[in-house]
Every structure is written in structure tokens, then in C-alpha cells.
Nanobody, 117 residues
């Protein structure tokens, strides 16, 4: 398994930007998929963005054109750049690392993002 620690959340005004980081420790070479999820109060957790080892990317329709997922293998860190933030982006954001074929599935503890109008 790997351990994930998110950082970079905070309070920002609508239209602002934040960059979330997910530091990975452990056997990171075994990770096939890195993803960011979010969960707003009273709502289900949803997949926001994901990137595979082959650099295939997925984005939730609501964040396309505003959010960008990336990774830095040298730093063992994944990022979520969030631009033009909206109040509806307010949620706890979680990082997830997966390799389904090996049963690897790890979550971070989450970081709060609050966007004020």
C-alpha cells in the first residue's frame, strides 16, 4: 500500500485559484491511477479528475476547462490545479491511488476547499 497526504486547501473567493497537492509515500511505482474526489456536505463523494500511468485523463464535466490534474514522478506528488473556482466547488477534496490488478486502493485524509461568493 501507499500513504497519501493532501495539502493546499483553503478559503478563496469565487474566480480564484488553488493548487492541491497529494504527497505519495510507499511503493508509488505500483500506482496505475491517481485521482481526486470531492464530497460536499450532504452529498455523495464524486470523482473530479483522474490520470492513468499512460497519461490518460478524465474530468468531471462540471470542472472541465477549469481544473487540471498532473503528477510529478520525481517528487512523488500529484496535483490538482483549480482555476476560476465557484461556490459549488466547495467540498472536502480527497486524493486516491489505485492499481486494481494488485488490489491497491489508498485514500488521503482530505483537504477542505471553501469558495466564497
Amino acid at each position: 500500500q501507499v500513504q497519501l497526504v493532501e495539502s493546499g486547501g483553503g478559503l478563496v473567493q469565487a474566480g480564484g485559484s488553488l493548487r492541491l497537492s497529494c504527497a505519495v509515500s510507499g511503493n508509488s511505482v505500483s500506482i496505475n491511477i491517481m485521482a481526486w474526489y470531492r464530497q460536499a456536505p450532504g452529498k455523495q463523494r464524486e470523482l473530479v479528475a483522474a490520470i492513468t500511468r499512460g497519461d490518460n485523463e478524465y474530468y468531471l464535466e462540471a470542472v472541465k476547462g477549469r481544473f487540471t490534474i498532473s503528477g510529478d514522478n520525481a517528487k512523488n506528488t500529484a496535483y490538482l490545479q483549480m482555476n476560476n473556482l465557484k461556490p459549488e466547488d466547495t467540498a472536502v477534496y480527497y486524493c486516491r491511488a489505485r492499481t486494481p490488478s494488485k488490489g491497491l486502493d489508498s485514500w488521503g485524509q482530505g483537504t477542505q476547499v471553501t469558495v466564497s461568493s
